[in-house]
């Protein structure tokens, strides 16, 4: 019997599972900043496409 309790307190005060829980929020916000900066890269070069096919169209003469 002495030996469960003990053997229960030492996985109670175990931090094994805070690491893990810690580490999931951390890699969450990483994940979160990763897709904002890709989301805000593609509208920076979606718009820079655009400005460079109108000066294609410009300079080939086409309508826009």
């Not at 580490?23 to 805000?40: H, R, T």
């Not at 593609?42 to 496409?49: K, P, R, S, V």
Request: net charge positive; aromatic share 8%; hydrophobic share 50%.
């Amino acid at each position: 019997m002495k030996r469960r309790v003990k053997q229960l307190i030492r996985i109670l005060a175990g931090e094994r599972g805070a690491t893990a829980t810690e580490y999931s929020v951390l890699v969450g916000f990483i994940a979160m900043v990763i897709v904002a900066g890709v989301g805000l890269f593609g509208t920076a070069l979606n718009g820079y496409f655009g400005t460079l096919a109108d000066g294609v169209k410009t300079a080939l003469g086409l309508p826009r």
